[in-house]
C-alpha cells in the first residue's frame, strides 16, 4: 500500500473491554497505550480508561507518539431520541475535534442486541420503513455537525443493530446524503455473512463513502459455536470470536488492494476483543503490526 496515504492505529479493546469490564480489568491506561507505542502504531481509539481531560490525555498520547483517530459514538435515532442524540454527538464531535481526530464512528443502537443475552444469529433488530426515515434523517444531520469542523460522520455497520447486513448497508447508503459515510469493519461484515466475498464485494461497492476502517479478524470455529448454541455476541467474544489480522480466517490482502486501488487515505485500525488473560494484547498488538507490515508493505 502507498504508505503515505495510511495512518495506522489500534483500539484499546484488547487491553480493556468497555462492553465486558471484567476483560482487562487489571491493565492499566498507561501500560495500553504505551504498548501501543511499543508495537508499532500511531494512533488509537478512546476506552473508558482514558482521562477526559483534554490537556492530560494529549501529553500521556503526545510523549507515546500516539494520537486519537476516531471514538465510539452511540446513536438512537430509531428509538426518537434525536434531540438527546444530537447533543451528546456535540459534546463527543468537540472531543474529538480538540484531540485532532478527523472522523466520528457512530453506530445505530436503537433496540441493538449486542450487549444483550441474546442469540445473536436469531434475533437481531430489524427497522421498519419509517424507522429507517429516521436513521436517515438523523445521520444526514450528523454530517452538517460534523462538517461545521471539517470532520466526517460514518456509521459502523454491526452486528445485532439494524445496520448488520450487506442489505442495510445499501440501504443506509441508498438513504443518506453523500457527505454520510460508512465505518468499515472487516471482523462485523465476514461474521455477518460468513463470507469473503461478501467483505470484499462491500468495501468494494462502498470504498469512495468510506471514511475509517476496522481490521479485526475472525475465528470460524467460534463462530460454528456461536451458531450451534445460540450464543450471544458477548459470549462470543469472550470465546475468541475475533482476534487480529493474519490470526484467523479472513484474507486481508484483497483488502488492501482494494484501499489502495481506490487511493483510500485515513486511519486502519486494528481492532480485536478477545480476552487479554488468554490472547497478551501486547503480544497480539505486535503480531498484527508484523501481518500488516508483510501483508501490506507498509
Ligand atoms: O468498533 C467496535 C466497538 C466495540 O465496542 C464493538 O462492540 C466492536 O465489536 C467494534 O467493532
Ligand atoms: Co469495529
Same mark, same amino acid.
Given at each position: 500500500m502507498k504508505a503515505e496515504n495510511i495512518k495506522l492505529g489500534i483500539a484499546p479493546i484488547g487491553w480493556t473491554n468497555d462492553d465486558l #469490564?471484567?476483560?482487562?480489568?487489571?491493565?492499566t491506561f498507561e501500560q495500553c497505550v504505551s504498548e501501543m507505542a511499543l508495537a508499532g502504531f500511531t494512533g488509537c481509539e478512546v476506552g473508558?480508561?482514558? #482521562?477526559?481531560?483534554i490537556e492530560v490525555l494529549k501529553h500521556k498520547l503526545d510523549v507515546r507518539g500516539i494520537q486519537i483517530c476516531n471514538a465510539w459514538f452511540s446513536t438512537f435515532f430509531v428509538d426518537g431520541k434525536k434531540e438527546e442524540t444530537i447533543a451528546e454527538f456535540i459534546k463527543h464531535r468537540d472531543f474529538l475535534h480538540a484531540m485532532g481526530a478527523k472522523v466520528i464512528g457512530c453506530s445505530e443502537q436503537s433496540r441493538s442486541i449486542q450487549g444483550q443475552k441474546k442469540a445473536i444469529f436469531k434475533e437481531k433488530t430489524i427497522f421498519t420503513d419509517a424507522e429507517w426515515e429516521l436513521l436517515a434523517e438523523g445521520y444526514n444531520e450528523l454530517a452538517k455537525l460534523a462538517a461545521e469542523k471539517g470532520m466526517k460522520v460514518s456509521l459502523h455497520h454491526h452486528?445485532?443493530?439494524?445496520?448488520?447486513t450487506p442489505e442495510e448497508v445499501d440501504r443506509y447508503m441508498e438513504m443518506t446524503n453523500d457527505d454520510v459515510y460508512l465505518l468499515f469493519d472487516s471482523g462485523h461484515i465476514y461474521y455477518s455473512e460468513g463470507s469473503q466475498k461478501a467483505m470484499l464485494d462491500m468495501l468494494e461497492k462502498y470504498v469512495d463513502r468510506i471514511c475509517h476502517v476496522h481490521l479485526k479478524d475472525v475465528r470460524d470455529e467460534v463462530v460454528a459455536e456461536v451458531k450451534e448454541n445460540d450464543l450471544s455476541f458477548l459470549e462470543g467474544v469472550k470465546k475468541g470470536t475475533f482476534t487480529v #489480522?493474519?490470526?484467523?480466517?479472513?484474507?486481508?490482502k484483497p483488502i488492501f488492494e482494494i484501499l489502495d486501488k481506490h487511493n483510500y487515505k485515513g486511519w486502519m485500525v486494528v481492532e480485536a476483543e478477545q480476552d487479554p488473560a488468554l490472547a497478551n494484547p501486547f503480544e497480539y498488538a505486535v503480531k498484527g503490526r508484523k501481518y500488516i507490515k508483510d501483508v501490506a508493505g507498509i
Open positions: #469490564p471484567e476483560l482487562g480489568a487489571e491493565n473508558n480508561k482514558y #482521562p477526559r481531560d452486528m445485532g443493530t439494524g445496520v448488520q #489480522p493474519g490470526d484467523g480466517v479472513i484474507d486481508f
